[in-house]
């Protein structure tokens, strides 16, 4: 069963496994013990940090091993900010970061500090000139994923640390999703990861603090991990992790080659055998194994229930699915079509045959699943009946609105429109995003004694 979720979470990597099983022997014992068993979990210890610190491009004493990467992601925010309180209690993050980072920014404004969002471009790019712009005198902390866990489109990681560093400003950079593929461009002052998405075992983090950062960890602490990371150390599994990043790291170069090219033959492809289908994020600067796409008129939930009967399994940023009313964040700041999402992430040997049949099977999924939803097969108009029609879609969720505002933007003369009443918060994303893919003009959205009007003027 071909799994394409590996930005969710790798397969744990055979070094990985071989790693983990030996140390499980050798490092159970207290590495701040002095006896001989201590002594050679120490040993392990410190050989998977000079290995993960290689990896990263720092130095073995600035690197702490947390227990997961959103731990590492929280207590580098929280300990940068009490750091620099001095300097001001203002944040600064991209709007398509991954919630850990999101989630800490809350946080930071519910104690009283601010935070700032910089936007990003369709495919999902934040400019490093806007991000400069974003940066104040009392700015504490600027965070910027390297690239994009959705979408996979990669950030201009070294321009904007350029940018906080004429401005004073030590960067963050989470760099869970590209740190298995090379290593991070530098300027950054502090970096945070997660094993599992490069093959390693869950439950190991990595947060590296530059030297001269100011830094105050926050919450109890104790001896361990230079008091950033309190507990006992889960050695086998940080031995683990510090050889499967050595192991992917060794194959990236070739594997990278040949994952880029199976995304390139889905990103060609799928919008040749599924109509109406928007592919998302940077073409070109982008992580080599991962493609989002969206299909109109598609129940998420849904489509990624048929995929997986047909075995396959993938992930979606769609807002419809049982898990969230409401698009993905990311999906939102793009400004792209949330409905039916699919994400595809490729791990470390998947075959062209899994590409190709993949391919074969997911036409007739999407059409199965638009069939049942009663959308429409083809974009043709129908002869224009009224000026202006309203169409009522309360209460009915994604991509229903969108269902029924392409059933009946043809029975409207060209410049008439269509005003869809919706309440669901979809639709604000993806009626703009219908029109756009459809040439339809987008009015804008008008207040409604329930949800909102959404207006659309048809051009053709």
């Given at each position: ?22 140390a499980l ?12 068993e ?10 998977a ?14 690197l702490?091993?947390?227990?997961s ?41 519910a104690?009283?500090g601010?935070?700032?969002e ?6 999902g790019t ?15 902390l600027?965070?910027?994923?390297s ?27 989470d ?40 830094f105050?960890p926050?919450?109890?602490a104790d ?7 309190a ?10 992790a ?14 990278s080659?040949r ?8 990103r060609a ?9 928007e ?7 982008r992580?080599?194994h ?7 008129y598609v ?14 399994s ?8 049982s ?17 039916g ?9 998947t ?13 007739g999924?999407v ?26 879609a ?18 409207v ?6 005003t ?14 219908w029109?756009?893919?459809?040439e ?21």
């Amino acid at each position: 069963m071909p799994y394409f979720d590996a930005a969710s979470s790798a397969p744990l990597h055979p070094v990985a496994r071989q790693a983990l099983l030996a140390a499980l022997d050798e490092g159970w014992s207290d590495p701040a013990r002095l006896y001989r068993e201590g002594r050679r979990a120490r040993l392990l210890l410190d050989a998977a940090r000079e290995a993960a610190a290689e990896a990263v491009g720092c130095r073995p004493d600035e690197l702490t091993f947390t227990s997961s990467g959103t731990r590492a992601v929280h207590s580098g925010i929280s300990g940068a900010l009490a750091g620099r309180r001095r300097v001001g209690r203002h944040l600064v993050v991209s709007a398509v970061e991954h919630s850990s980072v999101l989630h800490s920014a809350a946080a930071h404004e519910a104690q009283g500090g601010t935070f700032a969002e910089v936007p990003v471009d369709r495919a999902g790019t934040v400019s490093a000139a806007a991000y400069g712009e974003a940066l104040r005198e009392d700015t504490a902390l600027a965070c910027l994923q390297s690239a994009n866990h959705e979408v996979g489109t990669e950030q201009p990681v070294a321009e904007v640390a350029e940018a906080c560093r004429a401005a004073g400003v030590p960067l963050l950079v989470d760099a869970a999703q590209s740190l298995g593929w090379g290593p991070v461009p530098g300027g950054w002052s502090l970096l945070a990861a997660s094993a599992h998405k490069w093959g390693g075992p869950s439950g190991v983090g990595l947060l590296a603090v530059r030297k001269g950062v100011r830094f105050a960890p926050q919450g109890a602490a104790d001896e361990r991990e230079s008091g950033r990371a309190a507990g006992f150390e889960n050695i086998p599994a940080v031995v683990a992790a510090a050889a499967s990043l050595r192991a992917v790291r060794a194959e990236a170069a070739v594997e990278s080659v040949r994952l880029r090219a199976l995304v390139d033959r889905i990103r060609a492809t799928v919008g040749s055998v599924v109509p109406d289908v928007e592919v998302v994020g940077d073409p070109v600067r982008r992580l080599p194994h991962l493609v989002t796409f969206s299909c109109l008129y598609v129940d998420g939930e849904t489509l990624l229930h048929e995929l997986d009967r047909e075995g396959f399994s993938v992930s979606s940023g769609s807002s419809c699915t049982s898990s969230t009313l409401t698009p993905s964040h990311v999906l939102k700041a793009m400004g792209v079509l949330s409905e039916g999402n699919v994400r595809v992430s490729l791990p470390a040997g998947t075959t062209e045959d899994d590409v190709d049949r993949f391919l074969r099977v997911l036409p007739g999924v999407v059409a199965g699943v638009r069939e049942r939803l009663g959308a429409p097969v083809s974009p043709a108009p129908s002869p224009a009946t009224a000026a202006s029609l309203v169409v009522d879609a309360l209460g009915r969720r994604c991509p229903i609105p969108v269902i029924e505002l392409a059933k009946v933007i043809g029975e409207v003369p060209v410049g008439g429109t269509v005003t869809v009443l919706s309440d669901d918060e979809a639709a604000r994303l993806d009626i703009p995003a219908w029109c756009e893919m459809r040439e339809q003009e987008y009015v804008g959205e008008e207040p409604a004694d329930r949800g909102s009007a959404y207006v659309v003027r048809r051009l053709s």
